[in-house]
């Protein structure tokens, strides 16, 4: 009987299948140009292209080596979509900076190791570092706050 990975085996697997539904999007609905005139698909496939090379490299070794199956937790399952979903819907009325709070505070709920303290200076810093990054590096269109009252 041979023994296999079966984390990175999955992990490695749906990389693969990221890079490569990234990667026929790209190719089937944008122009891709050449590497001297790039279009706007020709990033997306370069980057799906990447996204299956690493894919494979985690697969490969998977398959030689011993691991255990991995057990589907739904606790961290159904608060990190949810704090991705309040993130979606808060973003918009209430600018980046409290949408990045409460989603931060949402997902800290899939592990109770973080106590409420932790999970409130993590939040804030994080909404720091998002305002830092796509406010002020990058100069995201997006208010930091939009209060909608």
Known sequence: MRSVDYRDLIGGTLIILAGAVGMYHSLTAFQVGTAARMGPGY???ITGGLLILCGI????PALRRAGPMPTLELRPLI????SVLAFALLVLPF??????????L???????????KGSLLLAVCLAGGAWVIF???L???LPAFAWPW
């Open 139 to 141: 100069g995201v269109i």
């Open 43 to 45: 990033f997306p496939a």
């Open 95 to 104: 600018g980046l900076v409290p949408a990045v709070i409460v989603q931060s």
């Open 79 to 82: 608060w990190i979509s949810l």
């Open 135 to 137: 406010k002020g590096g």
């Open 106 to 116: 949402v997902a800290s709920q899939a592990d109770s190791k973080l106590s409420r």
């Open 57 to 60: 490299l985690i697969v490969i």
